[in-house]
């Protein structure tokens, strides 16, 4: 559980370019500190466990339906772990 805390949670949530919505919620995932990455019909962004609260509550108040969570598999969270310095040093 740890370790999980610790790799971030993909969020793909369901807004067109066309979709009004779509701009305020990029601005308010940028002002979280969220990276995102805009496709044609979703906006994804890998955030902390610590942020979910704060990204699901501004999908709901834009009253967004279409939304997927994927938490970091564990193969994410080992890689996460161990990658970089720590992981050259194993």
Known sequence: A????????TIRVGVGQSDVRR???VDALVSLGAHIKPTGTRIETHVPCS???????????????DLQVEPAS???VFMS????QEGEQL
């Open 23 to 25: 701009p305020r919620l």
């Open 51 to 65: 942020l979910l609260p704060s990204v699901m509550g501004i999908v709901a108040e834009l009253g967004v339906s």
């Open 74 to 76: 564990l193969e994410d």
């Open 2 to 9: 740890h370790l999980r805390s610790l790799a971030e949670t």
């Open 81 to 84: 772990h161990y990658s970089g």
